[in-house]
């Protein structure tokens, strides 16, 4: 890598701290990624990415900021990206994947938080992450408790804007959202000193909508039998989508399915054909989050597909691009946000839905359900998402897991039983 060291001294970072989750990176990813076989070309790029991960991106960043722009870090898929880009903004995701963190964030928070809460509290209070120093306005949303009590503590350290996410998707719900886009434009506009125009939000639209299809496009390939791509480097790529430059990202990704598409004419996969196929859904995989795919890809069986929002939930819905005023924008984008079916809201009936449709266009052969210890809601709908499986006869498996590496035999022995039924 090279030094960034200037840089993050001057982020205010504790640099020695730092370099302990620098020198342990290089180790994981070599493990886990490097040492897969017949790995995309196009992967190079993502590769380079996750190895600059504390350089290139937050370089790009403050030169963003010596310009006079602002950044701002999310931790939902809910946040409307195009409204920060269309004022001039850069949107980065902010959710710490890493057990690093999780010490930082139980010095303030209860034990029995999520590990996806403890570890971004814990990225900030630690100051190890370059992007949380780094973003000028954190905006959070109403979710979860776990979120909407943790930002309280975080808005002692940044400007917060939080956002009022319904509970329902009712049309008067879908209204309140819409109301919500408009305060959070207000916000974002005070802020930046820029206006959202009509056009300069339909330059944004139109480059998310890309940034969605390419992962679209990439999904597509994993359809295939045998797969193309890991389901590792796939998440990996979805990972990145968080926070790396929109258009150079929409780019890489479709360079890397041209490839994956001459792999799946030739008939060329990662895994033999045949090799059974498993579905992820559940809570989000936050980078360097990897432990389950790796888990379930080193015991043989491919992951094709995440119904989870760093996989499916964060691509599969455009914004309407057609209205070109800011009402009818904003209504686009309150509709098309208000589809994705996270389990905060009641009923989430769509998102059981979403799983069957997906384990059929995916032709998938097993179902995990991946639960980050300490959600109650993803947890408590599991119990529907079971029985709903059952009902089709589809192998399920529940999974309640951390960040930490210490129930990592005892997952591969239930991974590899559940996989010796399918
Ligand atoms: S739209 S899934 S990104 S909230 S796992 S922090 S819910 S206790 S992450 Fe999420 Fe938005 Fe929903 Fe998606 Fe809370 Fe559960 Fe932790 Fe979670």
């Avoid at 890991?230 to 150079?248: H, M, N």
């Avoid at 455009?318 to 208000?338: K, N, S």
Wanted: with cysteine.
């Amino acid at each position: 890598m090279a030094d960034y060291r200037k840089m993050w001294e001057d982020l205010g970072m504790n640099v020695d701290k730092h370099d302990l989750l620098c020198e342990a990176l290089p180790d994981a990813f070599g493990g886990i990624y490097l040492s897969q076989e017949k790995r995309p070309e196009g992967m190079n790029y993502f590769n380079f990415v996750v190895a600059e991960i504390h350089g290139v991106r937050p370089t790009e960043l403050l030169e963003h900021q010596a310009r006079g722009g602002k950044v701002f870090g999310t931790f939902c898929v809910y946040v409307p990206d195009e409204v920060v880009f269309a004022a001039g903004g850069i949107a980065t995701g902010l959710c710490g994947g890493s057990q690093f963190w999780v010490p930082a964030g139980e010095s303030v928070l209860p034990v029995n938080t999520c590990p996806l809460i403890k570890a971004s509290v814990g990225a900030r209070l630690d100051r190890t992450c370059p992007f949380f120093r780094i973003a000028d306005m954190y905006v959070g949303e109403t979710t979860c408790d776990g979120k909407k009590k943790a930002w309280e503590i975080l808005a002692g350290e940044v400007p917060f804007h939080v956002m009022d996410v319904p509970q329902m998707k009712r049309p008067q719900d879908i209204g309140r959202w819409a109301d919500e886009i408009k305060g959070f434009i207000k916000v974002v506009e005070e802020f930046t000193g820029n206006r959202v125009t009509p056009e300069a939000l339909h330059q944004s639209i139109v480059m998310l909508n890309n940034k969605r299809r390419a992962l679209k496009r990439l999904y597509e390939t994993r359809k295939a039998d045998p797969v193309p791509i890991s389901g590792k480097d796939a998440l990996l790529a979805t990972e990145i989508a968080f926070y790396d430059d929109p258009s150079r990202f929409t780019e890489m990704t479709n360079n890397l399915c041209e490839e994956l598409e001459q792999r799946v004419k030739r008939g060329e996969g990662v895994f033999p054909a045949g090799a059974p196929r498993i579905m992820i859904t559940g809570t989000p995989m936050a980078i360097p989050n990897w432990k389950l795919h790796h888990l379930v890809e080193s015991a043989g069986a491919p992951v094709v597909v995440e119904e989870s929002c760093t996989g499916t939930r964060y691509f599969e819905h455009l914004v309407e691009e057609e209205p070109r005023d800011l009402d009818g924008q904003i209504i686009a984008l309150a509709e098309r946000y208000m589809k994705t079916n996270c389990a905060c809201f009641t009923p989430n009936s769509n998102r059981i839905q979403d799983i069957l449709r997906l384990a059929q266009e995916y032709r998938v052969d097993g179902i995990i359900d991946y639960n980050l210890q300490f959600c109650g809601l993803y947890s408590t709908e599991s119990y529907l998402v079971k029985q709903a499986l059952d009902a089709q006869g589809i192998p399920y498996l529940h999974i309640e897991t951390d960040y930490s590496e210490q129930d990592f035999e005892q997952l591969r022995t239930r991974v590899e039983a559940f996989l010796e039924r399918l």
